[in-house]
């Protein structure tokens, strides 16, 4: 691909020899030969003991980087991903590098405007009106325990329960006054169900079967679980009234008329939200059936990468790292590349499309206006606009933010 630059850069003589030397000195600090106090080793005693070679992977690393920049400067080459280096030669004289560097490859821009692209009209019936207030009050609902009565749907059924396998107690499948709603479906297919119509204080025996999907050691067994009900709680739902609605952060609202008003513009707000981004995506699906691009699996894999990175970043968030998640799920980070891969070449395409439009557009953007924006972002997060640009990369970076929000607002038009 014309994209793909292989470049091969040599060190070699007193270059090379100033090389070794570094790492020499840097390696010496970390080792203690007989007879010298730690650091101290003459450089000659330290060839004979270990030789050359031990050099040799600091040496790359201290030499490596440098050759790299060289190359990137001398051919002005703007790497879009990851380089790959190999070590093609090395020994006491000389190294050989050589960088495999992906640039940005070919695009060809196709018809961007008129694609015929039409954008759905919003509407909110009186049926999700309904159902948002009652998702509202369910929210705001008081947990209370159920004096009389028994087990319901939407309940929450405290209980103690004991479960066997092969006549033996189970192990972790046993509790004490465990809340369980009933309809979550917390626990195996039937338990839940099992509970409906129990009264406090009543026992009952359970014998059910747990799903083919189990984890093996228990998977289609047979399972009794001995059940007593200790309390039943059920959800008592607020009233439509003036301290609902302030409760809601509505002062002005006074009548269940104006509150399902007001529930009905906020929805007609978030369908216009939702109904906006799907016709972008579909103007991106569009024009991009028409740009002519052939992007390198290394510049997916790259873009892969980044969003595993981000995903196990909001893992963290939550108190999980990748492995768990990997563990939890059955899974593994290669079933996640496969699964993520057909994303990362649609952003990587939304990408050039985007950068190709705002070039064809002749779309610029001055340093006042990226200026004005930073200062902006800075004071949404209550930082100052040098922090801002340090964290963000830079005012440059501000400038192509806007510019492809500029493209992308043209091609929505």
Known sequence: MKNVHVKEVEIKGADWEKVIDTAFKKRSKEIKVDGFRKGKCPKNIYMQKFGVESLFMDAVDIAGGKAYTEVLK???????????????????????????????????????????????????????????????????????????????????????????????????????????????????????????????????????????????????????????????????????????????????????????????????????EEVKNKYVDDVLEAAAKNLKVEINPEIIEDETTRMINQFAEQMKMQGLSLDQYFQFTNSSEEDMRKQMEPEATKRITYRYLIEEVAEAEKIEVTDAEAEEEANKYAEGYGISKEEFLSHFGGLDVVKYDIKMRKALELLSE
């Open 74 to 272: 001398d051919d002005k080459l703007i790497p879009v991903c990851e380089p790959k280096m190999d070590i093609k030669e090395i020994d006491k004289d000389h190294v050989k590098f050589e960088f495999t560097i992906i640039t940005k490859p070919e695009v060809k821009l196709g018809k961007y405007k008129d694609l015929g692209v039409k954008k759905e009209a919003v509407k909110v019936t009186k049926k999700e009106i309904e159902e948002e207030v009652a998702r509202i009050a369910s929210r705001l609902a008081e947990i209370v325990v159920k004096e009389n009565g028994e087990v319901v749907e939407g309940n929450t059924a405290v209980i103690d329960f004991v479960g066997y396998v092969d006549g033996k107690e189970l192990e972790g499948g046993s509790g004490a006054n465990y809340p369980l709603e009933i309809g979550s479906g917390t626990f195996i297919p039937g338990f839940e169900e099992a509970i409906v119509g129990m009264k406090v204080g009543e026992e009952k025996e359970l014998n059910l079967k747990f799903p083919e999907n189990y984890t093996p050691e228990l998977a289609n067994k047979d399972v009794k679980f001995e059940v007593v009900v200790r309390e039943i709680k059920e959800r008592v739902l607020p009233e439509l009234n003036k301290d609902f609605y302030e409760d809601l952060g509505y002062k002005d609202i006074n009548t269940e008329e104006e509150f399902k008003a007001e529930v009905k513009k906020e929805l007609e707000a978030r369908k216009e």
